[in-house]
T-cell receptor
Framework: GENVEQHPSTLSVQEGDSAVIKCTYS??????FPWYKQELGKRPQLIID?????GEKKDQRIAVTLNKTAKHFSLHITETQPEDSAVYFC???????????FGAGTTVTVRA | SAVISQKPSRDICQRGTSLTIQCQVD?????MFWYRQQPGQSLTLIAT?????????ESGFVIDKFPISRPNLTFSTLTVSNMSPEDSSIYLC???????????FGSGTRLTVV
């Protein structure tokens, strides 16, 4: 099955700085990579995603990059704000059964 | 994206009893999944709820412990049976449509077994 590794497990950044979270996956057939943000006590919410035919995608202050050859993808948050503080999960879709495999999560803290 | 109503939002249950969690979607969806999230942990897939047939369980999860129903394309239930304190966790349903894999999560059920 698919194995997704996520680093770092915790990340503390100064407000206004950038944050980068990295994930690797094992199944080269995986073709869809979403990122979820989960605030304390709330449901995970999709914030950005990327398909395997695209190398980079950007939405305002967040961007995701994908390197299919190396089987890794990253989330970039620029100009971080306190409301970016949350747990972020990467995931990879198994195309044979449409199931998502999740990384272990990164707790991001933005210091004011 | 689909709007999900998950009930109950939380419950405290006695060990040995069972709890049924409901997931109602405002539109037809192809895929429905049930996850468990233990405190401070990631999301672990329990099973895929298949419409009109038996659910497909992940390794470590069995139908006798987590029976699942999915009578139609908008509704599913997960039962946590013969509960023990180790079952204390958050349970979430997740839904998606064919070709749209940005799956949406329900608000979760926080279960405490005493």
């Amino acid at each position: 099955g698919e194995n997704v590794e996520q680093h770092p497990s915790t990340l503390s950044v100064q407000e206004g700085d950038s944050a980068v979270i990295k994930c690797t996956y094992s199944d080269s057939a995986s073709n869809y990579f979403p990122w979820y943000k989960q605030e304390l006590g709330k449901r995970p919410q999709l914030i950005i995603d990327i398909r395997s035919n695209v190398g980079e995608k950007k939405d305002q202050r967040i961007a995701v990059t994908l390197n299919k050859t190396a089987k890794h993808f990253s989330l970039h948050i620029t100009e971080t704000q306190p409301e970016d503080s949350a747990v972020y999960f990467c995931a990879a879709l198994r195309p044979n059964d449409y199931k998502l495999s999740f990384g272990a999560g990164t707790t991001v803290t933005v210091r004011a | 994206s689909a709007v999900i109503s998950q009930k109950p939002s939380r419950d405290i249950c006695q060990r040995g009893t069972s709890l049924t969690i409901q997931c109602q979607v405002d539109s037809q969806v192809t895929m429905m999944f049930w996850y468990r999230q233990q405190p401070g942990q990631s999301l672990t897939l329990i099973a895929t709820a298949n419409q009109g047939s038996e659910a497909t369980y992940e390794s470590g999860f069995v139908i006798d412990k987590f029976p699942i129903s999915r009578p139609n394309l908008t509704f599913s239930t997960l039962t946590v049976s013969n509960m023990s304190p180790e079952d204390s966790s958050i349970y979430l349903c997740s839904v998606g449509r064919q070709g749209d894999y940005g799956y949406t999560f329900g608000s979760g059920t926080r279960l405490t077994v005493v």
